[in-house]
């Protein structure tokens, strides 16, 4: 091979790996919302939801104080006067994952994610929707003992959400 073909085909090789890898890049970033977050339909109304999730976050061993729920709607509307409409978010924590990550000091900036959080909302479709950061995802991008710990907590998460 001469050295003009080898240039030629070291040419081709790096502008596919640049298309390549900036493709892949593109495609991240117009799908990283919905892999970060996963937003699923309720078949229930607004209430229903919020009580049907809490429920079942107990009946599988999470907390859920009372203090960690926030009406956004209530909230907004009364320090900027615009209505969102119906939007709350459901806190909660399974104090035994989130004890074993919290302990080390290696994980305690983890802290800012907790506790999970389950925003239940209404949009103008008259639609209620439930929305979750995908923790299993999380865990794989943060690695170490996150990964055990997101995969305890992504299949309760799941459970909270089926409504069938």
Same mark, same amino acid.
Request: hydrophobic share 50%.
């Given at each position: 091979?001469?050295?003009?073909?080898?240039?030629?085909?070291?040419i081709? $090789?790096? !502008?596919a790996?640049?298309?390549?890898?900036?493709?892949t890049l593109? !495609?991240? %970033? !117009?799908?990283?919302?919905?892999?970060?977050?996963?937003?699923?339909?309720s078949?229930?109304? $607004?209430?229903?939801t919020?009580?049907?999730?809490e429920?079942?976050?107990?009946? &599988? @061993?999470?907390?859920?104080?009372?203090?960690?729920?926030? =009406?956004?709607?209530?909230?907004? =509307? *009364? &320090?900027?006067?615009?209505?969102? @409409?119906?939007? %709350?978010?459901?806190?909660?924590?399974e104090? $035994? &994952?989130?004890?074993?990550?919290?302990?080390s000091?290696e994980?305690?900036?983890?802290?800012?994610?907790?506790?999970?959080t389950?925003?239940?909302?209404?949009?103008?479709?008259?639609k209620?929707?439930?929305?979750?950061? =995908?923790?299993?995802?999380?865990?794989?991008?943060? @690695?170490?003992?996150?990964?055990?710990?997101?995969?305890?907590?992504?299949?309760?998460?799941? *459970?909270?959400?089926?409504?069938?």
């Amino acid at each position: 091979m001469t050295n003009h073909s080898m240039a030629k085909n070291l040419i081709v $090789f790096l !502008i596919a790996l640049v298309l390549g890898i900036g493709g892949t890049l593109y !495609i991240i %970033r !117009i799908n990283l919302a919905t892999l970060l977050v996963t937003e699923i339909e309720s078949p229930l109304d $607004f209430d229903e939801t919020l009580v049907h999730i809490e429920s079942k976050a107990k009946e &599988i @061993g999470w907390k859920v104080p009372r203090k960690w729920k926030a =009406n956004f709607q209530k909230n907004f =509307n *009364k &320090i900027v006067g615009k209505d969102i @409409g119906p939007m %709350r978010l459901l806190k909660m924590c399974e104090p $035994f &994952i989130a004890a074993d990550l919290l302990i080390s000091d290696e994980n305690k900036y983890l802290s800012v994610m907790m506790p999970c959080t389950f925003a239940v909302y209404q949009k103008s479709d008259g639609k209620v929707y439930v929305a979750m950061m =995908n923790l299993k995802l999380v865990g794989m991008a943060l @690695g170490g003992d996150v990964v055990p710990a997101m995969e305890k907590a992504w299949p309760d998460m799941l *459970k909270m959400v089926k409504f069938n």
